[in-house]
C-alpha cells in the first residue's frame, strides 16, 4: 500500500535551517510529483511548492522563493523539503504529499505530518 | 487572505443535507479542476473530491461536489456526527502558478 513517511519533529531558532523528510513506498517514486503543504496551528493549509520526482523540476510558492528547496533522492525514494532562515511564523505542521503528475492539487496521498517548531 | 473564500463554520444536524462553498476567480476555479479534502483533528488532509465532482472509492456517495464559472460547492447529504471535520477546497491558480486552498470550514454535526 501507498505510505508516506516523514521525519520526526524538530525545534530550531530563528535564523535557522530545517530539512524535513518523506520516504515513499508501495509505488514507482518517479511516477508522482510531490508537493508539500504547511499548516499554521490553527490555521488552513498552505501550499509550499512540488518537485518532478521524474526530472527535477520544481515549482515553489513566489512567498517562499528563495528559502525553499525541494529535492528527492530516487536511490531511497525520499523527498526533502529544506527551508531556510526559519521565523517564528514558519512554526507549523509540514506535510509531504503525493500528487497525480499533471494534475496540480490532487492530492492522493498524504505524510503523517512534522511539527516543526520555530523559538528562540 | 485567502484566494479562495469558503464560510468559516457550517453546521447541520443528523440526516440533513448541508453545502460548503468555494469562491474563486476566473484565474483559479473558472480554468482548473477543483479538490475538496477532508481533515480530522491532528491527522493529515484526505481527498475528498477530486476533478470537480470524482469519488474516490472509498467514499460515500452521500458526497458530491459540483462547480459553476467561478465556484464550486461540496454537498453532503444524510449528515452523520463522523462528518465533523474542517473542509478544504482547493485549485491551481493559473495568475500565481501555484496551488491555493480555501480557508477551511469546520463543520458540526
Known amino acids: 500500500q501507498v505510505q508516506l513517511v516523514q521525519s520526526g519533529a524538530e525545534v530550531k531558532k530563528p535564523g535557522a535551517s530545517v530539512k524535513v523528510s518523506c520516504k515513499a513506498s508501495?509505488?514507482?517514486?518517479?511516477?508522482?510529483?510531490i508537493s508539500w503543504v504547511r499548516q499554521a496551528p490553527g490555521q488552513g493549509l498552505e501550499w509550499m511548492g512540488w518537485?518532478?520526482?521524474?526530472?527535477?523540476?520544481?515549482n515553489y510558492a513566489q512567498k517562499l522563493q528563495g528559502r525553499v528547496t525541494m529535492t528527492t533522492d530516487t536511490s531511497t525514494s525520499t523527498a526533502y523539503m529544506d527551508l531556510r532562515s526559519l521565523r517564528s511564523d514558519d512554526t507549523a505542521v509540514y506535510y509531504c504529499?503525493?500528487?497525480?503528475?499533471?494534475?496540480?492539487?490532487?492530492?492522493?496521498?498524504w505524510g503523517q505530518g512534522t511539527l516543526v517548531t520555530v523559538s528562540s | 487572505q485567502s484566494v479562495l473564500t469558503q464560510p468559516p463554520s457550517a453546521s447541520g444536524t443528523p440526516g440533513q443535507r448541508v453545502t460548503i462553498s468555494c469562491s474563486g476567480s476566473?484565474?483559479?476555479?473558472?480554468?482548473?479542476?477543483v479538490y475538496w479534502y477532508r481533515q480530522l483533528p491532528g491527522t493529515a488532509p484526505k481527498v475528498l473530491i477530486y476533478?470537480?465532482?470524482q469519488r474516490p472509492s472509498r467514499v460515500p456517495d452521500r458526497f458530491s461536489g459540483s462547480k459553476s464559472g467561478t465556484s464550486a460547492s461540496l454537498a453532503i447529504s444524510g449528515l452523520r456526527s463522523e462528518d465533523e471535520a474542517d473542509y478544504f477546497c482547493?485549485?491551481?491558480?493559473?495568475?500565481?502558478?501555484?496551488?491555493?486552498f480555501g480557508g477551511g470550514t469546520s463543520l458540526t454535526v
Open positions: 504529499a503525493r500528487e497525480v503528475s499533471g494534475l496540480h492539487g490532487e492530492f492522493d496521498f
Open positions: 508501495g509505488y514507482t517514486f518517479t511516477m508522482y510529483g
Open positions: 518537485i518532478s520526482v521524474y526530472n527535477g523540476n520544481t
Open positions: 476566473s484565474s483559479n476555479i473558472g480554468r482548473n479542476y
Open positions: 476533478r470537480n465532482n
Open positions: 482547493a485549485v491551481w491558480d493559473d495568475s500565481l502558478s501555484g496551488v491555493v
